[in-house]
């Protein structure tokens, strides 16, 4: 099965880089072209199954607005407590809390997301079958298996108390007939009996189940799940993510099988979080109310102090007005005064809540000394003023701050009473959850065109590795860089071989005169009367005596004019056509050479050396009487064993009868006098041989041939099997000439190449004609 790659000359090695080029790669892409298309369609046909057996998930998503919180928790208007505003919003703060255990434990226990309980199903079969079978109506077992869910089956669980040993662990519930069901652990072991509607317990485990529509002996998984196990799964489903940088908007979104359950617990999350919000609002509320109320004796009893010392003062030195610069003084002494005061009560708040050195802490201490600063540096401006007044206005500045800290603790704490009492804080809900109509995953188109992209990478990949990890042997390129070994030339799938071997099975069935032919694995054929008309006239030849303008016979031709111009400086006129597996089409190449060769009118002689499996004798229709194996046993002549063919100037040595030790035989003396003596009578001596790696036979004849050409045929051995076979055919002193591509398969990199070639036999057969 031969045909010339043409643009492949049989020269000497020529140098080649190693580096993988875009144009060796863009060859190999086509040359695979429909295994990638198979391996793209598998893979996308992979992923359209999923697409559509998978369970769709609903999500329902809220919104929620976080606002800068109100710092002022003493109800000042003073400058300080704009430092005390933080320069972001606290959103990543609130979208930790609404992901912690505080906020979604309750709502995982009210919609008992804390258990799960699913049928056991035939994975991907058990599937399909549940998207057919009607809700309610559970379907009938496939293939005896009644263990298994295949559709229709529903069930409710609404209690499931399990002890810690049983948490996270899978147990099984078996349904029973007339409404009963048993529940199990994993090894089998029988934990309670149970029937629908009623709560059971036993061994510290309790269960309610609602609802149970399945066949009797259908299984389903049950698992309780820890709480922290509960929140890592649920945690899965959720999203909590800020809609736009710094925009204090927070989306929750929640996926569930069920979308009127995905809509209520997105709900559900988002007033939990938010009820939790207002506690703590109020609570801390509450502490700094309580806090106030503590504070307001004090603070009363220093406001009656300081007015009762400037009243005492204004009427022992009858100083009623203070001037214009003490007047000033008083107004800067009064802010300083006012604001340090409220710092001072702030740090006392905060030195209940926080302890020393914490940022909070620190942040009230640096604004104190700054402002007593700033009271240093004002106090110095007034320096020049009278010591009487400088008094009043001291004595009238604290008696004011007093006023004004005072009533303002006042009202802070009648504002904190309505906020415990109220439900206000800096988080509001923006978007309550809707009902999901579409399924959010899978999304199909996305799957299914992820699928096929992900088919191409594949098979490009798979190709790609495929090709370089192979150690097989494929181009002849590779022979040339690896080996330095010339290639004679490369022979691929003939069209007219096909055929041939087509119509020799018909030929076999039918009782037909057998017409053998060597094709690329060397085996006998039979030709129908179909393929007779190949033949230039009657008789039995290899496919290069048939006439047929193929253009294997052209690269045989290629091929042996080639390797007739390397062996003429040989020591002899003997070539071995060798190979290194079986399998590699040894035989065509050898009868083919050697019925090319006599066509040029030079004697020919063909010797089938192959005693354990030779098949020149049916290839050329030569039953019966002596051969090679005979010449080497001295039980005949040597002109006793050639034979004419039907093809002029080509004579024949058949295999004979197969002996029991072939290697003993060849290795003895006579087969040099039997070599040395046809090689004087033939213009060349081709002699077929069995695989260098099976047997030595080849190493045997190889040392006796003036010349050796290895046959390769693509994938049919590794490079290390070829090296090993030139390796032992070094060490018995055989001369290698080259190599010989045999059954190379078409590419479609070449196919111009073909066409080329195609095209000129074409032109030529109709000329002829």
Same mark, same amino acid.
């Given at each position: 099965?031969?045909?010339?790659?043409?643009?492949?000359?049989?020269?000497?090695?020529?140098?080649?880089?190693?580096?993988?080029?875009?144009?060796?790669?863009?060859?190999?892409?086509?040359?695979?072209?429909?295994?990638?298309?198979?391996?793209?369609?598998?893979? #996308?046909?992979?992923?359209?199954?999923?697409?559509?057996?998978?369970?769709?998930?609903?999500?329902? !998503?809220?919104?929620?607005?976080?606002?800068?919180?109100?710092?002022?928790?003493?109800?000042?208007?003073?400058?300080?407590?704009?430092?005390?505003?933080?320069?972001?919003?606290?959103? !990543?703060?609130?979208?930790?809390?609404?992901?912690?255990?505080?906020?979604?434990?309750?709502?995982?226990?009210?919609?008992?997301?804390?258990?799960?309980? /699913?049928?056991?199903?035939?994975?991907?079969?058990?599937?399909? #079958?549940?998207?057919?079978?009607?809700?309610?109506?559970?379907?009938?077992?496939?293939?005896?298996?009644?263990?298994?869910?295949?559709?229709?089956?529903?069930?409710?669980?609404?209690? =499931?108390?399990?002890?810690?040993?049983?948490?996270?662990?899978?147990?099984? =519930?078996?349904?029973?007939?007339?409404? /009963?069901?048993?529940?199990?652990?994993?090894?089998?072991?029988?934990?309670? @009996?149970?029937?629908?509607?009623?709560?059971?317990?036993?061994?510290?485990?309790?269960?309610?189940? !609602?609802?149970?529509?399945?066949?009797?002996?259908?299984?389903?998984?049950?698992?309780?799940?820890?709480?922290?196990?509960?929140?890592?799964?649920?945690?899965?489903?959720?999203?909590? /993510?800020?809609?736009?940088?710094?925009?204090?908007?927070?989306?929750?979104?929640?996926?569930?099988?069920?979308?009127?359950?995905?809509?209520?617990? /997105?709900?559900?999350?988002?007033?939990?979080?938010?009820?939790?919000?207002?506690?703590? @609002?109020?609570?801390?509320?509450?502490?700094?109310?309580?806090?106030?109320?503590?504070?307001?004796?004090?603070?009363?009893?220093?406001?009656?102090?300081?007015?009762?010392?400037?009243?005492?003062?204004?009427?022992?030195?009858?100083?009623?007005?203070?001037?214009?610069?003490?007047?000033?003084?008083?107004?800067?002494?009064?802010?300083?005064?006012?604001?340090?005061?409220?710092l001072t009560m702030q740090r006392t708040q905060a030195a209940s809540r926080f302890a020393p050195?914490?940022?909070?802490?620190?942040t009230i201490d640096e604004q104190i000394a700054t402002l007593n600063a700033q009271k240093q540096?004002?106090?110095?401006?007034?320096?020049?003023?009278?010591?009487?007044?400088?008094?009043?206005?001291?004595? #009238?500045?604290?008696?004011?701050?007093?006023?004004?800290?005072?009533?303002?603790?006042?009202?802070?704490?009648?504002?904190?009473?309505?906020?415990?009492?109220?439900?206000?804080?800096?988080?509001?809900?923006?978007?309550?959850?809707?009902?999901?109509? !579409?399924?959010?995953?899978?999304?199909?188109?996305?799957?299914?065109?992820?699928?096929?992209?992900?088919?191409?990478?594949?098979?490009?990949?798979?190709?790609?590795?495929?090709?370089? +990890?192979?150690?097989?042997?494929?181009?002849?390129?590779?022979?040339?860089?690896?080996?330095?070994?010339?290639?004679?030339?490369?022979?691929?799938?003939?069209?007219?071989?096909?055929?041939?071997?087509?119509?020799?099975?018909?030929? &076999?069935?039918?009782?037909?005169?057998?017409?053998?032919?060597?094709?690329?694995?060397?085996?006998?054929?039979?030709?129908?009367?179909?393929?007779?008309?190949?033949?230039?006239?009657?008789?039995? @030849?290899?496919?290069?005596?048939?006439?047929? @303008?193929?253009?294997?016979?052209?690269?045989?031709?290629?091929?042996?004019?080639?390797?007739?111009?390397?062996?003429?400086?040989?020591?002899?006129?003997?070539?071995?056509?060798?190979?290194?597996?079986?399998?590699?089409?040894?035989?065509?190449?050898?009868?083919?050479?050697?019925?090319?060769?006599?066509?040029?009118?030079?004697?020919?002689?063909?010797?089938?050396?192959?005693?354990?499996?030779?098949?020149?004798?049916?290839?050329?229709?030569?039953?019966?009487?002596?051969?090679?194996?005979?010449?080497?046993?001295?039980?005949?002549?040597?002109?006793?064993?050639?034979?004419?063919?039907?093809?002029?100037?080509?004579?024949?040595? #058949?295999?004979?009868?197969?002996?029991?030790?072939?290697?003993?035989?060849?290795?003895?003396?006579?087969?040099?006098?039997?070599?040395?003596?046809?090689?004087?009578?033939?213009?060349?001596?081709?002699?077929?041989?069995?695989?260098? +790696?099976?047997?030595?036979?080849?190493?045997?004849?190889?040392?006796?041939?003036?010349?050796?050409?290895?046959?390769?045929?693509?994938?049919?051995?590794?490079?290390?099997?070829?090296?090993?076979?030139?390796?032992?055919?070094?060490?018995?002193?055989?001369?290698?000439?080259?190599?010989?591509?045999?059954?190379?398969?078409?590419?479609?990199?070449?196919?111009?190449?073909?066409?080329?070639?195609?095209?000129?036999?074409?032109? &030529?057969?109709?000329?002829?004609?």
């Amino acid at each position: 099965m031969n045909t010339p790659i043409l643009g492949i000359d049989p020269v000497a090695p020529r140098p080649r880089d190693d580096m993988f080029s875009a144009k060796d790669f863009g060859k190999l892409i086509v040359d695979n072209v429909w295994l990638m298309i198979a391996i793209i369609a598998v893979v #996308t046909g992979a992923a359209t199954l999923y697409a559509f057996i998978a369970t769709p998930l609903y999500s329902s !998503d809220a919104l929620l607005k976080v606002d800068y919180p109100n710092p002022n928790a003493f109800g000042f208007n003073v400058q300080t407590q704009q430092q005390m505003v933080p320069s972001t919003l606290p959103t !990543d703060a609130e979208m930790q809390i609404i992901q912690s255990r505080a906020v979604l434990l309750p709502v995982i226990k009210k919609y008992h997301q804390d258990q799960a309980v /699913t049928a056991l199903q035939v994975p991907v079969i058990g599937r399909i #079958t549940e998207l057919f079978a009607t809700q309610g109506q559970p379907t009938a077992p496939i293939l005896g298996l009644t263990s298994f869910a295949w559709g229709g089956e529903e069930t409710t669980v609404s209690k =499931l108390e399990v002890p810690p040993r049983l948490e996270n662990k899978k147990l099984i =519930l078996r349904v029973l007939p007339e409404g /009963t069901y048993e529940l199990s652990d994993s090894d089998g072991i029988l934990i309670l @009996h149970g029937a629908v509607g009623r709560l059971t317990s036993a061994d510290g485990t309790s269960i309610l189940v !609602d609802k149970l529509v399945a066949r009797a002996g259908t299984e389903f998984k049950v698992v309780r799940y820890s709480e922290y196990q509960a929140v890592a799964r649920f945690l899965k489903s959720l999203k909590v /993510t800020e809609s736009t940088k710094d925009s204090g908007v927070v989306q929750i979104v929640y996926e569930n099988e069920d979308p009127r359950l995905a809509q209520e617990i /997105t709900n559900a999350i988002a007033q939990t979080y938010i009820a939790a919000h207002v506690d703590q @609002h109020r609570e801390e509320a509450s502490v700094t109310r309580n806090f106030i109320i503590g504070e307001l004796p004090r603070l009363e009893s220093e406001l009656q102090r300081a007015e009762s010392e400037l009243s005492n003062y204004r009427t022992s030195s009858n100083s009623m007005q203070p001037g214009a610069e003490a007047a000033s003084y008083l107004q800067g002494s009064i802010d300083i005064e006012r604001q340090i005061a409220t710092l001072t009560m702030q740090r006392t708040q905060a030195a209940s809540r926080f302890a020393p050195g914490t940022r909070e802490v620190r942040t009230i201490d640096e604004q104190i000394a700054t402002l007593n600063a700033q009271k240093q540096v004002f106090d110095k401006r007034f320096g020049q003023l009278p010591a009487s007044q400088r008094k009043l206005m001291d004595l #009238t500045r604290d008696s004011k701050v007093a006023e004004d800290i005072y009533v303002a603790m006042r009202e802070k704490a009648s504002e904190l009473a309505v906020t415990r009492a109220g439900n206000i804080g800096n988080v509001h809900l923006v978007d309550s959850a809707v009902y999901p109509t !579409d399924p959010s995953k899978p999304k199909r188109t996305l799957i299914m065109a992820g699928g096929a992209a992900g088919g191409v990478i594949l098979s490009i990949l798979f190709v790609f590795f495929r090709d370089h +990890l192979s150690r097989s042997v494929k181009t002849p390129h590779s022979v040339e860089r690896s080996l330095s070994l010339p290639v004679f030339g490369a022979v691929s799938f003939s069209p007219s071989q096909a055929r041939l071997d087509s119509t020799s099975r018909l030929s &076999l069935l039918s009782g037909r005169r057998r017409l053998p032919f060597l094709s690329s694995d060397a085996s006998p054929r039979v030709l129908s009367d179909q393929s007779e008309a190949l033949s230039c006239k009657d008789g039995n @030849h290899a496919l290069s005596a048939l006439g047929a @303008h193929d253009m294997a016979v052209e690269a045989l031709r290629s091929v042996h004019a080639s390797l007739m111009l390397d062996i003429a400086p040989a020591p002899n006129n003997v070539l071995a056509v060798v190979g290194a597996t079986p399998g590699t089409g040894k035989t065509f190449v050898a009868s083919n050479l050697a019925v090319l060769h006599a066509q040029t009118g030079k004697r020919t002689l063909l010797i089938d050396g192959d005693l354990r499996r030779g098949r020149i004798a049916s290839i050329f229709d030569q039953r019966g009487g002596v051969g090679f194996a005979e010449l080497l046993a001295s039980k005949a002549q040597v002109d006793q064993a050639i034979r004419e063919s039907d093809v002029s100037g080509l004579s024949l040595i #058949t295999a004979g009868r197969f002996p029991a030790n072939p290697s003993k035989m060849l290795s003895t003396p006579r087969l040099t006098l039997i070599l040395d003596y046809l090689q004087e009578q033939f213009d060349l001596v081709v002699i077929d041989t069995p695989a260098v +790696l099976a047997v030595s036979d080849a190493n045997l004849i190889a040392a006796n041939a003036g010349s050796s050409v290895i046959v390769v045929r693509p994938s049919a051995q590794t490079e290390d099997e070829l090296e090993e076979a030139i390796k032992r055919l070094d060490l018995t002193g055989a001369r290698v000439a080259g190599v010989i591509f045999n059954a190379v398969p078409r590419r479609r990199s070449d196919k111009r190449t073909y066409a080329y070639a195609s095209m000129y036999m074409s032109n &030529l057969a109709m000329e002829e004609e």
